[in-house]
């Protein structure tokens, strides 16, 4: 589905798969309070990629999802993140893999992207940087609890989001442990460029789902590629869910935004919640299911 929204936007999801109906309400509740956080930091003066860091963050802070709290530990029975946020307007990236005891990879992420002239942190070494972050104060670790909550999902998901500044400066982001039980070191689409996440001027991308089978068709870059061409942000969604469905055994969905605010929503799977809020608060809509909106 498509939406034309008016900047600045925010858009959220909590990821492609089955979420237990008794979760239904508290996850839509919090995707939705999560792109209305992102949007806020945008009122406040904030950048796209304050936007994105603050509606991913606040994700993290739930229980909800696997990722930040509520995340799957591997075989090993540990916990291992991956986060990646990518401006789009630079074009350059920061992300996190298997980085292990933190909350919020989204931030590490970041720090990745605006302190390092690196963009891809790895295990112990992403673990150090967090250390670093941390005494230098960049951000603070807000919450007592660690990684230990319920596995809400059967499978897996990742929480992800995308904004646009009055500007049409883009911004995406995504975080996950990816799938309960994984083997540990594996790391899925979500903090690779391209893959999970992808952003240009034109427009950006958050996948979500089964990481293997994005990752084969190089999914966000893709959409994104598919907008440079000129199709719809709606047509290329469509793009690459058809080449998804056609070549792998898919099993994922993506949020896709221009420039312009254009909007478009796709996934495979039963559920896939997502949060849109744009310009001045005046436009909410969210849902979790095909049928949309629901608000
Ligand atoms: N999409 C999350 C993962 O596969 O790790």
């Known amino acids: 589905m498509v939406v034309l ?13 089955v979420f237990e109906k008794k979760n239904h309400e508290a996850i839509l509740k919090a995707v939705r309070a999560a792109a209305k956080l992102g949007m806020q930091a945008l009122e406040k003066g904030g950048s796209a990629l304050d936007a994105v860091e603050a509606t991913i963050w606040v994700l993290e802070e739930t229980d ?15 916990i291992e993140l991956d986060a990646m946020i990518m401006d789009g307007n630079r074009l350059q990236s920061g992300a996190v893999m298997a980085v292990q005891n933190i909350v919020h990879p ?20 992403a673990n150090k940087l967090y250390e670093q972050m941390l005494a230098e104060g960049y951000r603070k670790e807000t919450s007592v609890r ?3 909550a319920p596995i809400m999902v059967k499978n897996y998901d990742t929480v992800g989001a995308v904004a646009v500044d009055r500007s049409g400066r883009i911004v995406s982001g995504s975080s996950t442990s990816g799938w309960p039980g994984k083997m540990p ?6 903090p690779i460029i391209g893959a999970g996440v ?35 942000v709606q047509q290329a969604a469509e793009n690459v869910m058809t080449e998804l469905r056609q070549k792998t055994t898919g099993e994922a969905g993506l949020i896709l935004v221009n420039k312009f605010g254009d909007l478009a929503i796709d996934f495979d799977t039963t559920h896939m919640p997502v949060a849109v809020i744009s310009k001045d608060m005046s436009e909410v809509f969210y849902s979790m299911t095909p049928e949309w909106p629901i608000d």
């Open 5 to 17: 929204l008016q900047l600045p936007i925010v858009a959220v999801h909590g990821g492609a798969t």
């Open 146 to 148: 660690k990684t230990e």
């Open 185 to 190: 070191g594996r790391v899925g689409d979500s």
């Open 64 to 78: 909800l999802f696997t990722a930040g709290l509520g995340a799957s530990k591997n075989r090993d029975g540990e």
């Open 198 to 232: 992808y952003a240009n001027d034109v427009a950006g991308a958050s996948c979500t789902g089964k990481g293997e089978q994005i990752l084969r068709i190089t999914m966000g870059r893709m959409a994104v590629y598919h907008v440079e061409q000129g199709l719809s």
């Open 106 to 125: 989204i931030s590490l992420a970041r720090y990745v992207l605006e302190r390092t002239a690196n963009s891809q942190i790895v295990g112990s070494g």
